[in-house]
C-alpha cells in the first residue's frame, strides 16, 4: 500500500488555508490523455490517446437520497490482505483511505490548503484507489454525482490541478502492481461535504459505490 500512497501523494493536503473560493467549473472530458494531465511531457507518454466506447457513457442512475435521507453507503470488505477494506463488488473496487476509520468515507481539507491541487479552486480533493483484477482488461469511464443534494463529483489523474467531469481508461493501461490486483490512483474532488455515489462502466458492466464526504478544516 505504500506504493500506492506515493504515487498519488500529490493530491495531500500540507500547510496553509486558503480563503473560500468560487468553484471553477468541471473540465469536460477529452480521453485517456485526462489522466496524465498535469504530468510533465515524458509522464504523458504513458496515456494513450483515444477514448472509451460511446456505449460506455451509460445513464447516471442512482437511488434517490434527498437532503435529510440515510446515505446508503457501500459496505467496506477486504479483497487482499496487501491493503485497506475496498468499497465495491467484483470486478471494480474503490479504495478510499477512510476518514477516522470509516473506509464508507473520505476527508478532505476545506478550505484547500496552499499547495494542494485543489487551492484557489473552490474544491476539495482527496485520494482514492481504483482496485481491480489484472486480468480485467476493457475499457473502463468514471463518473459521479452527489446523492443528497444538487452537485458532482470530480476526477483527475494524480498531477491533475482540475477537476473532470469524467475520467478514462484504456483496456491497455498498467496499474500498480498489487499481487493479484492492479490499482490506479485518482484524486476525487468535491465542492461541499455530503452522500455522494461513483459509478464505473465497463465493456460489460456497471459498478456503484456510493460514500460519504467529510470536510475537515
Known sequence: MGRAIALVACVCAPVVAAAAATPIPLQQPTGYRDYCDGMGKVAKRSCS??????????QLSFPPVGPHGECPVSKPHRISKRFAP???SKPMYVGTYGSAGNYSAVEMPSPAPYGSPAYGTGWSITKILLTMRKELHQP??????????AGWLGFSGPAGHRPFAAMQFPSTRKGIDEGKFKAFGMGVWAT?????GVQ???????RDVVFRVVFSS
Do not use: T
Not at 490517446?49 to 451509460?58: D, T
Not at 473502463?140 to 443534494?149: A, E, Y
Open 200 to 206: 464505473i462502466d465497463g465493456k460489460n458492466f456497471r
Open 140 to 149: 473502463l469511464l468514471i463518473r459521479g454525482k452527489r446523492l443528497d443534494d
Open 192 to 196: 461541499a461535504p455530503g452522500c455522494y
Open 49 to 58: 490517446r483515444g477514448h472509451v466506447p460511446q456505449r460506455l457513457w451509460r
Open 86 to 88: 475496498v468499497l465495491g
